[in-house]
């Protein structure tokens, strides 16, 4: 008789990774977390010690001499207190985000720090510089609220709703308002992490792993993301 999930002692995180709640290797991502969080310090440190001004590397919306600040936005910061406000944001989010493993995670990051980035250059109003990593830590948690739907993961839901309950107050952060704010890389973040999200859950529903040896059956296999 076939065994089932179930019966071999395997959940559903375990037989589809893009279905965990946390990382499989806790340490392996804590410091993974860690090191970018630290990357992110150690920009601002140089940044302070040196003569130049990093934060006109940011995104200079529609202009062509600014576009390749959507490659280095994320990772400048106006000043300490900016950067201090995202770090707790960043650390937990980006922690949480890799638990279906760190390649996965680097996927989902590219493809908010891409379109975070490219919506802030198209669509933010011209004459300012937009600069920080709050555009990530708003696609991650978004990211994070979604995924279980997409998934179809009753865990992810219950982690979501945690999640909610704690920093559902930032999502207000993608509406105009707060002058200094880019609520365009706040909104455009979040929606490339909705867009993450959906991509993980199709690309983990179109490749179903073949099952084991002699079986025939289908598995569900590792959720990726097609991009």
Aim: hydrophobic fraction near 50%; glycine fraction near 18%.
């Amino acid at each position: 008789m076939p065994i089932g999930p179930a019966q071999s002692g395997k959940t559903p995180e375990t037989t589809n990774p893009a279905k965990r709640i946390v990382p499989a290797n806790p340490k392996a991502a804590g410091v993974v977390a860690l090191a970018f969080t630290v990357l992110l310090y150690l920009v601002e440190l140089v940044d302070r010690i040196l003569p130049g001004n990093f934060e006109q590397g940011g995104i200079a919306p529609r202009s062509l001499s600014g576009i390749d600040g959507i490659a280095w936005a994320p990772i400048l910061h106006g000043e300490w207190s900016h950067l201090v406000s995202n770090t707790v944001p960043v650390l937990v989010f980006g922690f949480l985000a890799m638990a279906a493993g760190i390649g996965q995670w680097l996927a989902v990051t590219a493809t908010i720090w891409i379109v975070g980035g490219l919506g802030v250059w198209l669509m933010a109003p011209p004459g300012a510089v937009h600069i920080g990593a709050s555009g990530l830590a708003f696609g991650w948690l978004a990211y994070l609220l979604v995924r279980g739907i997409f998934n179809r993961s009753i865990g992810q839901l219950v982690v979501a709703v945690v999640l909610f309950g704690i920093w559902g107050g930032m999502l207000w952060g993608v509406f105009p308002g707060q002058p200094g704010i880019s609520w365009q890389g706040h909104l455009f973040g979040a929606l490339g992490g909705v867009l993450a999200a959906w991509l993980v859950g199709r690309s983990g529903r179109a490749k179903p792993a073949k099952g084991p040896a002699g079986t025939g059956g289908p598995a569900s296999a590792p959720g990726s993301l097609g991009v």
